[in-house]
């Protein structure tokens, strides 16, 4: 169930139609509280996080945080996490429910329809106590108008704008459906998405104006951010290469990847594989150039940040190096991280 201003936003059938996702889709784009929230976020200057390098030394302690990479998730207890995000979306969308009762914080990164409806079943699975009265405060952010508009006549006589292709509409109207088809009540506090989150350059391209943000898990509140290398850990390359290693492993379909232990404040990188596809396409795809590198590897290739064809390469280099996964998860084990003491991350058993 999805409400705004504590008014429940109700479908005319049950479930509803796909012009009726995208009518409510495109209400909730108008509705004046969420234009007016959407106005402040666009306002708010950009949070850049950083792990500072001294941190390692013992000296400085960091705010507690917990990053989230492409197509994961985590629940998280504000009383040991003090902030939790994830940027590098700009056709992905993120997701933050927080849970009124506990505080309890549920964060993810979506990037495609699929994994929506069970991802969404994964992220309310420890954020709320089995009461469905609980409130969810929600924030939905990210996404652009990655597609051409056209206009959708129904029956009735009346027009509605939608888009042709594109991968972050359909990743909207996905999310939009689930919410409404579920019991949970979903208050809809931030919805920056699709034409919200577009600017434009001279040449009418279009770019996303957020696409990173974290939440300050003692109150909810949210704001735009930019993490750097040093504070998207732990196991950054190895969590970058699970995202497509992923795809060739049956048990993680339709599912969001889970990476954090909620009550033991902990990263568990369960294994996954790197198959010689893989491998093939990291050997052959290294030698391509950065433009060739955007296109074949990003859904939006002129809307990517600066690092985005750094980060490929550097995956390409691990699993060149390590060709056999297994030698990045011996025994099969999972890699498991705990805090420092400081904040930040170390692996245990080093």
């Known amino acids: 169930m999805i409400l705004v201003d504590g008014v429940p936003v109700v479908p005319d059938s049950d ?6 996702v995208l009518e409510i889709l495109a209400a909730l784009m108008d509705h004046p509280t969420l234009l007016s929230a959407s106005h402040s976020l666009k306002n708010t200057p950009e949070r850049r996080f950083s792990i500072s390098e001294e941190s390692g030394l013992g000296s400085i302690a960091q705010p507690k945080c917990v990053y989230v990479f492409q197509r994961e998730y985590a629940i998280v207890d504000p009383a040991l996490v003090d902030v939790v995000g994830t940027d590098e979306a700009t056709t992905c969308v993120g997701l933050v429910i927080r849970n009124r009762s506990n505080g ?9 329809p699929a994994i929506v409806e069970m991802g969404l079943a994964q992220m309310l699975s420890q954020t709320f106590d089995h009461d469905l009265q609980d409130e969810m405060d929600v924030h939905v952010i990210g996404g652009f108008e990655d597609a051409s508009l056209k206009r959708i006549n129904h029956s009735d006589g009346s027009e509605i704008h939608g888009k042709v292709g594109g991968y972050s509409l359909p990743l909207c109207i996905k999310l939009i459906e689930t919410l409404l088809r579920r019991r949970e009540k979903f208050h809809i506090q931030t919805f920056f998405v699709l034409g919200h989150n577009t600017r434009r350059d001279a040449d009418g ?7 990173g943000f974290l939440v300050e898990t003692s109150n909810g509140s949210v704001s735009p951010a930019c993490f750097d290398r040093t504070s998207r850990c732990p196991d950054e390359v190895v969590r970058r ?3 497509t290693a992923c795809s060739d492993d049956p048990t993680w379909r339709g599912k969001l990847l889970e990476t954090y232990h909620t009550q033991d404040d902990k990263f568990i990188i369960a294994p996954c594989y790197w198959s010689g596809r893989q491998f093939h396409n990291a050997s052959t795809w290294r030698h391509l150039s950065d433009s060739q590198l955007l296109l074949t590897c990003s859904t939006s290739p002129y809307a990517e940040g600066p690092d985005f064809v750094d980060n490929i390469r550097r995956r390409f280099d691990y699993i060149i190096k390590h060709p056999d996964w297994k030698e990045t998860f011996p025994k099969r084990q999972p890699r498991v991280f705990e805090r420092n003491g400081l904040g930040g991350w170390r692996r245990c058993g080093d």
Do not use: G, V, W
């Open 241 to 243: 290469i699970r995202i």
């Open 104 to 112: 309890k914080i549920s964060i993810a990164h979506l990037d495609f």
């Open 15 to 20: 479930p509803p139609s796909p012009s009726q």
């Open 205 to 211: 391209r279009a770019y996303p104006i957020i696409t």
